[in-house]
């Protein structure tokens, strides 16, 4: 997005063109047809935009959405607004009084900040980002500075913590290697000296969380969306899942978790969140059921017990069908299924392909599980708990 342009969406003129854009319906060639009648072509490009990447950004940021600006890489990198109220009111909790962003984007943490009564400022090295960041706190009504700078140049001796979530994209695409990122990872490591807390991509490995650092993975309805690294006295544990759902929130810790064995499935399954797993706490989901792994390797947990637990998915398991496939067609069609999910791990097999060769025509609707067991191959016809 071009820098006067989005200035110029500001002024009253780009703003009564952006509210007629927000009117208009999805189709790009009818909504630019009907805009272009006496304006010039590059605003209706920017107002098309902008009422686009709005709409998009309802599933992040909900209907503050409708107030923000937004840029295509900003929307995408942005934190959904749940997950950095999580991480403002932890802050806040710490009695944190001033935080500075270190690559503040669009803005989105600077936000979350604010509306949880911290006081921040922002830099990104991006002018279109900054200016992006400063409508936003504008249009919302929210304090905070933003202003061009390089993030490893700036000093925070000044501010009670600094945040940085790292850029991970680049014009080849996601990368998933830290020492790519931007800022890279050596500059993470540094900062983590510093009272800090730096969101990271879930799939970061654990051993390169440096010591005395907590990890904490964020899931939000079912979906992780990130690893927070939290240090010096922000760091309350080790590893850390914390689960954001319908009900509120719910945490889990190292300190949780006493271990649990290896057993044989019982009545009763649970799907361990993705949080829990990218953790490492799927043995204290199993405490927490009074039961055990069915492997020692596989994130499925089994108890004899039902529990309804926010860190897991609960099924009832009604039946042990068999796991060749041949014969598990069978099965299915002899209990008259048509409609099936199918959950897999540590097994070699594709859903969807798998769906396909059973070729099943039933009018029943059913769940399998098909993992391992003790090292052996299991299908299990389950029921979720409601």
């Not at 604010?114 to 009504?141: I, K, S, Y």
């Not at 097994?347 to 059913?366: H, I, N, Y």
Request: some cysteine.
């Amino acid at each position: 997005m071009d820098l006067d342009a989005f200035r110029w969406l500001l002024t009253d003129a780009g703003q009564r063109l952006l509210g007629q854009a927000e009117q208009l319906d999805e189709d790009p060639l009818r909504a630019a047809e009907s805009l272009r009648r006496g304006a010039d072509p590059a605003h209706v490009a920017v107002a098309l935009t902008q009422a686009a990447l709005r709409r998009r950004a309802v599933a992040k940021f909900g209907e503050l959405a409708r107030r923000m600006y937004f840029t295509p890489d900003g929307l995408e990198q942005a934190t959904r607004l749940r997950v950095a109220e999580h991480r403002a009111a932890r802050l806040a909790a710490a009695s944190t009084g001033t935080v500075i962003d270190l690559g503040c984007g669009i803005g989105g943490d600077l936000v979350a900040l604010a509306r949880a009564g911290l006081t921040c400022a922002g830099v990104d090295l991006d002018p279109v980002r900054v200016a992006v960041a400063e409508a936003n706190l504008a249009a919302l009504g929210v304090g905070g500075a933003v202003k061009v700078a390089d993030a490893t140049t700036v000093d925070t001796s000044p501010f009670d913590v600094a945040f940085a979530d790292p850029a991970r994209r680049s014009a080849r695409g996601r990368s998933f290697d830290a020492g790519s990122w931007t800022p890279p990872w050596t500059f993470v490591e540094a900062l983590l000296q510093r009272v800090s807390c730096v969101k990271a991509a879930p799939g970061l490995p654990h051993e390169l969380v440096p010591e005395g650092v907590e990890a904490e993975w964020v899931s939000d309805h079912g979906e992780v969306k990130e690893v927070a690294l939290w240090s010096d006295r922000l760091a309350t544990t080790r590893r850390r899942a914390t689960v954001l759902g319908s009900g509120g929130l719910a945490t889990l810790s190292t300190e949780d978790d006493p271990g649990a064995g290896v057993r044989e499935p019982g009545r009763f399954l649970y799907e361990p969140d993705g949080a829990v797993v990218r953790a490492g706490l799927v043995t204290a989901v199993a405490a927490g059921v009074h039961g055990g792994l069915v492997d020692e390797h596989i994130a499925w947990v089994t108890s004899d017990e039902a529990f309804r637990t926010p860190f897991a998915r609960s099924f009832e398991v009604a039946e042990e069908l068999p796991f060749r496939e041949r014969q598990l067609r069978a099965a299915l069609r002899e209990r008259g299924i048509g409609s099936l999910t199918i959950k897999t791990r540590g097994v070699s097999l594709v859903p969807d392909e798998l769906r396909k060769r059973l070729a099943l025509t039933g009018e029943q609707e059913a769940t399998i599980v098909l993992t391992r067991a003790r090292g052996r191959g299991v299908c299990l016809l389950v029921r979720p708990l409601r």
